[in-house]
């Protein structure tokens, strides 16, 4: 073996490099354990000193001296002159599955940013109905500039958008004359600058809400224009992360009504409405607080309706036993969360547009206040029909109030909006002190009444907020105004107990593979060659770990699918080169040059599977999305570290006691296995008629079931919600859960199914309401609505601040969310037929390289095509009754990708060994030469299948409920692959081959 010094160096400094990174995770779990140690100190000596504490207080004693400790190291050097926050980043990071957390895909509004630079051009009729255009083009995720400008175009002719864009890009040259294309690269630069000043924002709100390790970065592919990635792990408050990630900052001071001066107004729509008048509006609200300015324009309600509305007084409305008894303040009414839609149908209504005053907006608090109500007030616009104060320039501290001690937000004006505070607070306080309300992204925050003129510029925001609350509202404020409005276009929250069972699962899965694929090597090539591979196996994964955390990648539950498969193709090549070495002893040669030759001889089927593997790897990373770009990522490891371990350590082992006379006793088989499959005469090419019609009528039954019972899209394609709930109760059905929740939810597909995860039996409930709904609170609302329904139908007795708590399953909670925008969806559909597409035209060019003829490529894909419809088919079959979902989604197309990277492995060592043999007997049969080939083979097809099949059901029984679909795409892609490979793709090949050799052989006869 040549390089074999080069090989020894790189895998000892490989070996060292890994180490160095493992010794981070050592040293930050020192420094965690010494905190846990002092927050168990502290809490310890809080019960001491008052043993009235309740549980939840000392463990947030305890918490928080935790915090503190961690705190006050983290810019302190503990290890290698590195400080503890950067060993932190160096440590081996945990997935959001594993560790619990949120993610999310938060979306600047490019529309907005090229309207905002259109400035006064983007009222006139032209921009407008190209704006218009672009908008509805782009919901499927395509790029709004380029839409936009075609659109342009069509209606105004090439070259026209410079005058439209010349005054607000000047310092992007654009003037009058500018071409399109030129106005093109100026947008995407500015829209560019945006989205890195919005990654800015939210990186600082990040960084003062308090997450260890959190992950931000603005994301770069296809269809992710404007997208900003945030993983945040250890969250368990998402609806705080919501608030702080999509609040634009906008803060706002407006002057008020009172309700005596709009009460009989208010009672008088509310009676038209309740007694048949019109109600339908231009922009209906969400059941949660919504603004209501949305209702400002809307149609005219009809004359008769009204007037019959008018003269009917048999029914009463709504609003009026909601009215809050003090009419000289600004609160209208209050109203249950779930009334809150009934009241926003009623005030944005064509009869309250109507009715109403024209200046008046109605705006809903931003929080619940006592009996969990909501609180409406009645605001004032100014001659603009805006608020008095707008875009307020203001520094904020959350606080106390030294009377009472309540959490408080204090704020500090700048010298302009001070003065305008000082003019707007003594009108107030002149109108016989009226209530100002302090407005932020739409909700009211406080709404005090105005003593006296406030000159300084200062003033607080105070209400019913606890310190969380105060601390993330500063934030908001001090953070600044988002350049352009922002979007939850994806979501995925995932409970630390979830986390740590993930963990278990994972781990269990991994040692199970590991140590039943230790057992087969061992039983099948003796103890001593068993042994040599285990050990490779055991090097391969030390490797891995290793080169991860160098890559400061986090290790998540599809990485531990990745590693756990890598095994299975890491044992292929050794079963490859082990295969080999016995046909060389068959053949008579002796132990050492048995060794060589078989290595010698495995080597180029191996580099062409695994490099077939990589590339699938590849696509995968490029194109999938979260746990399909982790599951890619350790398998392209596992793949590099697996040929580094099988192919040249072990042979540098063998040689090793070889070259030392030690170790010539190996046959590489065991009495059980000695004859398993050898000297097989299988005539598989005579057989290949039969097996057409066979594959002929599967694939017509595959498509006809298909065409009638179709798929089962899961939210990543269709867009939507998932909840993962866990009860108390341990009979409850999925039924019963559709049928509570699906009557608050009207016209939205409600769907449940019963699953498992790694600890208990769940209902995973699946729901597409209100998924284009792009308001603040609508995640919070429709969470309340399910806990509703689930509490009304006496399925949980958690309340709803248990329910929502990702890490307490007491009466009934949620113990995972994920949420899917329909443009996300759109993209990830169509990401995902690409990945597909361009995984089979890579292997068709790669094999067309590497073997030189056009038989194998056609034989491989044509098989691989198949194989992916069987794959797809038996999902259409089985949907519906199997004991887990089987649901369409982005793992299901990593396990397709997988499987055809699986697939064409086997493909390759049997196209290998056929080019082998085209080569050694040039003048035998083609029909013999493949049968031979085939039979050759076989022991390999069948033991690398048999233990590829052995992880994947370790994977499948023990992985737990989030990776159960992907190992069933992949057991089925092994059993379609392997079959395939010998009755489907070998035969095409024959075909194509023996034509080829017959028109060969009469040229050289003539």
């Given at each position: 073996m040549q390089n074999k010094?080069?090989?020894?160096?790189?895998?000892?400094?490989?070996?060292?490099?890994?180490?160095?990174?493992?010794?981070f995770s050592f040293v930050t779990d020192h420094f965690y354990d010494e905190a846990a140690k002092v927050g168990l100190t502290a809490k310890d000596k809080a019960k001491k000193a008052n043993d009235k504490l309740s549980v939840a207080q000392l463990d947030s004693i305890a918490t928080a001296t935790e915090n503190a400790y961690l705190d006050s190291m983290?810019?302190?050097?503990?290890?290698?002159?590195?400080?503890?926050?950067?060993?932190?980043?160096?440590?081996?990071?945990?997935?959001?599955?594993?560790?619990?957390?949120?993610?999310?895909i938060l979306e600047v509004s490019i529309p907005d940013v090229v309207k905002n630079l259109a400035g006064e051009s983007a009222e006139t009729p032209a921009f407008k109905q190209a704006f218009e255009t672009a908008t509805k083009q782009s919901k499927g995720g395509e790029n709004f500039i380029d839409n936009f400008i075609t659109a342009y175009q069509q209606k105004n002719g090439q070259n026209k958008l410079g005058g439209v864009f010349a005054s607000t890009l000047k310092e992007s040259k654009i003037t009058y004359q500018s071409t399109d294309d030129q106005v093109r690269s100026a947008l995407n630069s500015q829209v560019k600058i945006a989205v890195d000043n919005s990654n800015e924002v939210v990186r600082t709100r990040i960084d003062r809400f308090g997450v260890a390790q959190p992950n931000i970065q603005v994301l770069q592919g296809r269809g992710q224009m404007g997208q900003i990635m945030v993983e945040l792990p250890g969250i368990k408050e998402p609806e705080r992360v919501r608030k702080l990630l999509q609040g634009s900052a906008n803060l706002e001071f407006w002057e008020t009504y009172r309700l005596s001066e709009i009460r009989s107004q208010l009672l008088e729509v509310d009676d038209i409405i309740a007694n048949g008048g019109t109600i339908e509006s231009k922009d209906e609200a969400n059941a949660a607080p919504a603004d209501s300015t949305k209702g400002d324009s809307t149609k005219t309600a009809t004359a008769a309706n009204e007037k019959k509305a008018e003269t009917a007084t048999s029914k009463?409305?709504?609003?009026?036993?909601?009215?809050?008894?003090?009419?000289?303040?600004?609160?209208?009414?209050?109203?249950?969360?779930?009334?809150?839609?009934a009241v926003n149908r009623i005030i944005y209504?064509?009869?309250?547009?109507?009715?109403?005053?024209?200046?008046?907006?109605?705006?809903?608090?931003?929080?619940?206040?006592?009996?969990?109500?909501?609180?409406?007030?009645?605001?004032?616009?100014?001659?603009?029909?805006?608020?008095?104060?707008?875009?307020?320039?203001?520094?904020?501290?959350?606080?106390?109030?030294?009377?009472?001690?309540?959490?408080?937000?204090?704020?500090?004006?700048?010298?302009?909006?001070?003065?305008?505070?000082?003019?707007?607070?003594?009108?107030?306080?002149?109108?016989?002190?009226?209530?100002?309300?302090?407005?932020?992204?739409?909700?009211?925050?406080?709404?005090?009444?105005?003593?006296?003129?406030?000159?300084?510029?200062?003033?607080e925001i105070s209400?019913?907020?606890?310190?969380?609350?105060?601390?993330?509202?500063?934030?908001?404020?001090?953070?600044?105004?988002?350049?352009?409005?922002?979007?939850i276009v994806q979501e995925e929250t995932v409970g630390p107990s979830l986390g740590d069972a993930s963990i278990r699962a994972g781990f269990t899965a991994c040692i199970v593979a590991f140590i039943l694929l230790m057992i087969y090597m061992c039983l099948t090539y003796g103890f001593t060659a068993g042994m040599v591979a285990n050990c490779a196996l055991m090097l391969n994964f030390f490797f891995m770990f290793g080169i991860l955390t160098a890559f400061q990648a986090a290790l998540t539950m599809s990485g531990i699918a990745g590693m756990v498969l890598s095994l299975g193709m890491a044992v292929d090549a050794n079963v490859l080169i082990y295969e080999r070495i016995k046909e060389e002893l068959r053949a008579g040669k002796g132990i050492k040059q048995a060794v060589a030759s078989g290595y010698d001889n495995a080597f180029s089927a191996i580099f062409d599977s695994n490099l077939t593997s990589i590339i699938t790897a590849i696509i995968l990373y490029n194109f999938g999305t979260g746990p399909i770009k982790g599951f890619a990522m350790t398998l392209g490891i596992g793949i590099v570290a697996s040929f580094l371990t099988a192919v040249w350590l072990t042979r540098i082992v063998y040689e090793h006691f070889?070259?030392?006379?030690?170790?010539?006793?190996?046959?590489?088989?065991?009495?059980?296995?000695?004859?398993?499959?050898?000297?097989?005469?299988?005539?598989?090419?005579?057989?290949?008629?039969?097996?057409?019609?066979?594959?002929?009528?599967?694939?017509?039954?595959?498509?006809?079931?298909?065409?009638?019972?179709?798929?089962?899209?899961?939210?990543?394609?269709?867009?939507?919600?998932?909840?993962?709930?866990?009860?108390?109760?341990?009979d409850i059905t999925p039924e019963q859960v559709t049928d509570a929740v699906a009557k608050n939810m009207p016209n939205a597909k409600v769907s449940a199914i019963s699953i498992v995860t790694t600890s208990n039996k769940a209902v995973r409930l699946s729901t597409n309401y209100k998924i284009d709904d792009d308001s603040e609170n609508v995640d919070q609302e429709i969470e309340k609505i399910i806990?509703?329904?689930?509490?009304?139908?006496?399925?949980?007795?958690?309340?709803?601040?248990?329910?929502?708590?990702?890490?307490?399953?007491?009466?009934?909670?949620?113990?995972?969310?994920?949420?899917?925008?329909?443009?996300?969806?759109?993209?990830?559909?169509?990401?995902?037929?690409?990945s597909v597409i361009l995984a089979l035209i890579a292997i068709f060019i790669y094999i067309l390289i590497r073997f030189r003829n056009v038989a194998f490529s056609v034989g491989s894909v044509g098989a691989l095509v198949v194989d992916t419809l069987f794959i797809i088919g038996m999902y259409s079959v089985c949907y519906g009754w199997v004991p887990f979902s089987l649901e369409v989604d982005q793992t299901f197309i990593g396990a397709v990708l997988t499987a055809i990277g699986y697939s064409i492995n086997d493909k390759v060592v049997i196209?290998?060994?056929?080019?082998?043999?085209?080569?050694?007997?040039?003048?035998?049969?083609?029909?013999?030469?493949?049968?031979?080939?085939?039979?050759?083979?076989?022991?390999?097809?069948?033991?690398?299948?048999?233990?590829?099949?052995?992880?994947?059901?370790?994977?499948?029984?023990?992985?737990?409920?989030?990776?159960?679909?992907?190992?069933?795409?992949?057991?089925?892609?092994?059993i379609f692959g392997t079959l395939s490979s010998i009755f489907l793709a070998s035969p095409i090949a024959y075909r194509l081959l023996d034509r080829k050799r017959i028109v060969a052989s009469a040229d050289e006869k003539e």
């Open positions: 010094g080069f090989i020894k160096l790189f895998a000892a400094l490989l070996a060292l490099i890994c180490i160095y990174y493992f010794s983290r810019n302190e050097n503990v290890y290698l002159g590195r400080t503890l926050k950067e060993c932190e980043k160096l440590q081996l990071g945990l997935g959001l599955d594993l560790e619990g957390g949120m993610n999310v009463k409305g709504i609003l009026r036993d909601m009215l809050v008894p003090m009419a000289d303040r600004c609160e209208v009414l209050n109203a249950r969360a779930i009334d809150t839609a209504s064509d009869v309250a547009a109507n009715r109403l005053p024209k200046n008046l907006r109605l705006k809903w608090g931003v929080k619940p206040e006592q009996g969990n109500m909501y609180v409406l007030y009645a605001l004032k616009t100014n001659e603009k029909g805006t608020a008095t104060m707008n875009n307020v320039n203001a520094q904020a501290k959350d606080d106390f109030n030294p009377e009472n001690h309540r959490p408080i937000v204090s704020m500090s004006m700048s010298t302009s909006a001070a003065r305008e505070w000082a003019n707007l607070t003594k009108r107030a306080a002149a109108d016989n002190k009226r209530a100002v309300a302090i407005v932020l992204d739409g909700y009211v925050y406080s709404a005090p009444n105005v003593q006296n003129e406030i000159p300084n510029g200062n003033t209400g019913n907020f606890t310190t969380d609350d105060t601390r993330d509202l500063a934030t908001v404020i001090n953070s600044g105004k988002m350049p352009a409005p922002a979007k070889l070259n030392r006379d030690k170790w010539l006793g190996l046959t590489f088989t065991t009495k059980m296995f000695s004859n398993f499959l050898t000297n097989t005469k299988v005539k598989f090419m005579e057989m290949s008629n039969k097996t057409f019609v066979i594959y002929g009528i599967l694939i017509v039954a595959f498509i006809a079931c298909l065409g009638i019972r179709q798929l089962s899209p899961g939210i990543d394609f269709t867009g939507g919600r998932n909840f993962v709930i866990e009860f108390e109760q341990k806990w509703q329904s689930l509490t009304d139908a006496k399925l949980i007795k958690a309340n709803y601040d248990t329910f929502k708590d990702r890490d307490n399953k007491a009466g009934g909670s949620i113990i995972s969310a994920q949420k899917v925008g329909p443009s996300v969806a759109a993209d990830m559909v169509k990401g995902a037929i690409i196209f290998d060994r056929i080019r082998e043999f085209l080569k050694l007997y040039p003048t035998r049969p083609t029909r013999q030469l493949l049968n031979d080939s085939l039979n050759s083979t076989l022991t390999r097809t069948i033991t690398t299948s048999t233990t590829t099949l052995l992880v994947l059901l370790c994977i499948f029984f023990l992985g737990g409920d989030s990776i159960r679909s992907f190992a069933f795409a992949m057991i089925l892609g092994v």
